[in-house]
């Protein structure tokens, strides 16, 4: 049963301005489970401790986003359209990043937490939905050609 405290964190979480609420959502989803090809967990699944659920990255990201802009809608292409670095009417290609951005690699999206401190979120095979650099490490390689995308509404 969802406590008191958390129900009113995720009522809290849906009157946050656009930019925060992405990122409310997606702290909501920390530590869930990464498999592949799986769309199953949510948002909502934070506050009620469902520990049963995985997702991967693009369907981490689509939760969020659906999540955060109901009205909206982003459907498995526009995820899949930034997965593959290709061009999708709801994102739009920019070079400085601010919190909410997606950041996103051929193969994967995560969604930027921190800018300045060059972290995101995003659901990862070894570690699942948490934080990770972009500015080092693996995800910085030269190898890996990454893209800034910000959603339409933000």
């Known amino acids: 049963m969802t406590s008191p405290a958390l129900a009113d964190l995720w009522s809290r979480t849906h009157q946050l301005p656009a930019r925060d609420r992405v990122l409310g959502f997606a702290r909501l989803m920390l530590g869930t489970d990464y498999e592949y090809g799986d769309k199953s967990a949510k948002p909502i699944d934070g506050i009620v401790g469902t520990v049963d659920k995985a997702i991967d990255c693009s369907g981490f990201v689509r939760a969020v986003f659906n999540e955060a802009f109901p009205q909206e809608g982003l459907l498995a292409r526009d995820d899949l ?21 997606l950041i996103c690699w051929d193969g ?16 990862q095979t070894s570690t699942g939905v948490m934080v990770a650099k972009y500015g080092t490490g693996y995800w910085a390689s030269t190898k890996i050609v990454k893209k800034f995308r910000k959603w339409k509404s933000l």
Do not use: M, S, W
Request: hydrophobic share 45%; glycine share 6%; net charge negative.
């Open 81 to 101: 359209n930034a997965l593959r670095l290709q061009t999708t009417d709801l994102f739009v290609d920019i070079d400085d990043p601010q919190p909410a951005d």
């Open 108 to 123: 994967h999206v995560g969604i930027v937490y921190d800018a300045e401190k060059k972290l995101f979120i995003g659901a």
